[in-house]
């Protein structure tokens, strides 16, 4: 493995994201306006409905999985770097129903707010940059 | 979105919580012996029963999932900040069973620690405060 | 509980591991090679299969739960710690299929990256040490 510089920890935040917005769109949002380019992220809460997606790694493609309904946020964990000149949020959520009955994947857009506490860290130095893996076709750090 | 001032890194702990203990109740008592009023938590361990709940978006109301038997505990994040005057844990917590099979929700009092291995981070700066929601009757952050 | 010493803040890293690589074992590879001895450590991203455990507290004995297919890694939260005198890994981690149905436990060996980023944060000062505890049987912190 290539030798990884280490990060310096900058600003951190810990704070509530509005009922009704999207997750995905307000996480990224926070870090545009607040010109993170590099981070971790983590959070909890609980959502109105959520879209998460798997990843098919023959077809090389993502595949929406819907919850229609109310889930507990009990996971996310995620971080923030530069994907076309922007900061981009990658994170996995994992969401829990009334019989405490668990589903998970990639978070996307469409997951609505119900309420949301939300840690970043971010982290100065070199911003990690997506770009097309050939391989996997996914969009990865170098 | 409000400006969200940054906070500072405090002192930083990872502990081993004792067997027998209640996970939410230890996790508390650590942040009020240590005057740690706001910060974040992640924990990994296994657990000998354990109580965590979802909350009725339409109800208003938390309704209890008990697991009576021993899991895994493969997922705490959360964080600390004030109510009431006093630090107060708001962690979700994964479970999983001998089958790998998985349970989720707001952690509660009521779940036994066999082990448990805790990372806590404290913030400094303006302490969150947490009041009821008029929306959400959720105990919130501003 | 006996006093715990805060930690200072040592290197932070994010970074990607390669494809095909085993996750345990790189993680493990990455803090040996960087002197890693304490820090908390967590990931996200998707594996070709998956190898996570469970501590079955009576027998005292981990059983072993194997994930034959491609699974998304929607969390991975541990720490890095020393057992006989090398940085050892303690993580659990969280898993979704295509349906989103999620399995978890403890990472085991024989977990094969498709794509993995990782966040290590150092922690210095006193390595927590893992000895064999006389109750549980488990290799713990003192």
Same mark, same amino acid.
């Given at each position: 493995?290539?030798?990884?510089?280490? &990060?310096?920890?900058?600003?951190?935040? +810990?704070?509530?994201?509005? $009922? !009704?917005?999207?997750?995905?769109?307000? /996480?990224?949002?926070? @870090?545009?306006?607040?010109?993170? =380019? @590099?981070?971790? /992220?983590?959070?909890? !809460?609980?959502?109105? #409905?959520?879209?998460?997606?798997?990843?098919?790694?023959?077809?090389? $493609? &993502?595949? *929406? /999985?819907?919850?229609?309904?109310?889930?507990?946020?009990?996971?996310? +964990?995620? #971080?923030?770097?530069?994907?076309? #000149?922007?900061?981009?949020?990658?994170?996995?959520?994992?969401?829990?129903? *009334? *019989?405490?009955?668990?589903?998970?994947?990639?978070?996307?857009?469409?997951? $609505? /707010?119900?309420?949301?506490?939300?840690? +970043?860290?971010?982290?100065?130095?070199?911003? *990690?940059?997506?770009?097309?893996?050939?391989?996997? =076709?996914?969009?990865?750090?170098?």
């Amino acid at each position: 493995m290539a030798e990884e510089k280490p &990060y310096l920890t900058g600003r951190t935040y +810990i704070f509530r994201l509005p $009922k !009704g917005k999207d997750l995905q769109d307000s /996480i990224t949002a926070f @870090c545009h306006d607040n010109q993170i =380019k @590099c981070g971790i /992220i983590n959070a909890i !809460g609980a959502v109105e #409905n959520a879209t998460v997606s798997y990843y098919d790694q023959a077809k090389k $493609k &993502y595949e *929406k /999985i819907v919850l229609e309904d109310e889930h507990e946020l009990v996971s996310l +964990i995620g #971080n923030v770097s530069i994907k076309d #000149n922007r900061p981009f949020v990658h994170a996995h959520a994992i969401l829990s129903n *009334k *019989k405490g009955e668990v589903k998970a994947g990639h978070l996307m857009l469409g997951t $609505k /707010i119900f309420s949301a506490e939300v840690y +970043i860290q971010e982290l100065v130095g070199e911003p *990690k940059v997506r770009k097309e893996d050939k391989v996997t =076709k996914l969009q990865l750090w170098a």
